[in-house]
């Protein structure tokens, strides 16, 4: 059979050279993708990739590329059929995702736990916790307020408030929280060794069993009570999911409300429009989304043979789809790297895309809607207590955002 350049790897220009994916940030630019990235998008949204354990595959950066990748059955999300975009990763395809680990499922395994959940996190729900919401952040800030004027956000504000929220919704005691905060942090990090990954994971797991030995025995009022009176879960699915809620839940929105913040605090003109506009939140929230894009890498791997962007991806080979870049590009988002809470960011993809489109958005959004505007109008001088140049960035996480962000107000 012939084959042409367009179809034949082995065929393609010197211009099809693979790349590396870039991960460098630019100094002082700590809201922007890494600037290789949109370089890239402009000549190739769709690339040859060469990735850290030899496998040459793809990179995707353009808007509709990434999107597309995303909603196509024909690309796999489990694990196991992946390699490693990011250096110091495993060698070779990855683990399977544990069990409950929806992130690494395909149809029709993924529906089943799919359909499950959805009907428990739906918009009407989600807005039914906004009252609580609210209480949970007015006690945090009366306490910020109490021991003011300064305080590193993260500790005081950003974690607290989805740590409670998800422990509520699931039933998961709240004083245990440091315990599988920490393992969630290390299944997070890009830096953990396997080793340090699975002993994360092993704790998560030993601490969710034991959770759901007792809601088996006496079920409750939350979701993890709910699944465990009403579904056909086995135990060992049940700690599965409900581990994989409770570090989601954890990590995701606490990182977004606290960069997001950082955002605003370097934009005080849009943090000036937020405070005087409560009704903009929900329109605020898209677009810290899209500009942020703290889950800022996917991948993915073709099942069959793809044809896209004039490209043929093949069967076996792993597609990282850098979720930043594409939420940057200039062809869906007119002025991409101008944060404007006015904008309509509707399409965005900080939330994902597809089947596995994240599970918990509603909740996020009820979230940060209620927190950012709250934040904002109780400290009207809220700033930063160091430079922007000194805020400690995640940079080797999975999910982007700070570390800490010392902030400072004018006390009353």
Not at 9 to 34: H, I, K, M, Q, Y
Not at 81 to 93: I, Q, T, V
Not at 130 to 157: C, K, N, Q, S, Y
Not at 341 to 355: K, M, N, S, V
């Amino acid at each position: 059979m012939q084959h042409d350049t367009q179809h034949d790897p082995s065929a393609r220009p010197e211009s099809a050279e693979p790349v590396s994916l870039p991960t460098r940030r630019t100094a002082g630019c700590p809201f922007d993708p890494p600037a290789g990235l949109g370089a890239l998008r402009e000549r190739r949204p769709l690339a040859r990739m060469t990735y850290p354990d030899g496998h040459v595959g793809w990179l995707a950066t353009g808007y509709s590329t990434v999107r597309a990748v995303m909603g196509d059955p024909r690309f796999s999300s489990r694990y196991e059929l992946m390699h490693y975009p990011f250096p110091g990763g495993p060698e070779g395809p990855l683990p399977p995702a544990p069990v409950g680990d929806m992130t690494g499922m395909d149809a029709p395994e993924h529906t089943r736990f799919r359909r499950l959940l959805t009907g428990r996190f739906t918009v009407r729900r989600m807005r039914q916790l906004a009252d609580r919401m609210e209480e949970i952040t007015a006690e945090h800030l009366d306490a910020m307020e109490r021991r003011g004027p300064g305080a590193d956000l993260v500790e005081a504000f950003a974690r607290p408030l989805p740590a409670l929220m998800i422990c509520e919704l699931l039933g998961v005691p709240y004083a245990d929280r440091e315990r599988f905060q920490t393992h969630a942090h290390t299944i997070m990090s890009m830096d953990a060794t396997p080793e340090d990954r699975y002993a994360a994971h092993t704790g998560l797991h030993d601490y969710m069993a034991g959770l759901v030995a007792a809601k088996r025995a006496a079920p409750s009022d939350d979701l993890l009570g709910d699944l465990a009176r009403d579904s056909d879960l086995t135990d060992e699915e049940l700690v599965g999911v409900g581990g994989f809620l409770l570090a989601a839940g954890l990590d995701t929105t606490a990182n977004m409300i606290a960069h997001g913040t950082f955002a605003l605090l370097t934009h005080p003109e849009q943090a000036e429009a937020l405070r005087a506009d409560p009704d903009l939140a929900p329109q605020a929230v898209e677009e810290l989304m899209r500009y942020l894009t703290i889950a800022h890498t996917g991948i993915k791997s073709a099942l069959e043979d793809v044809e896209l962007e004039g490209e043929v991806i093949r069967a076996g080979e792993s597609v990282t789809l850098s979720l930043e870049a594409a939420d940057r590009d200039p062809e869906r988002f007119p002025d991409p790297d101008v944060l404007d809470l006015r904008r309509r960011a509707t399409g965005h993809l900080g939330f994902g895309h597809g089947i596995h489109q994240c599970l918990g958005q509603q909740l996020a959004r009820v979230e940060m809607t209620v927190a950012l505007p709250a934040l904002l109008r109780r400290f009207p001088t809220l700033r930063l207590a160091v430079t922007a140049e000194e805020v400690p960035l995640r940079t080797n996480m999975n999910i982007y955002g700070v570390h800490r962000l010392p902030v400072a107000w004018d006390e009353a």
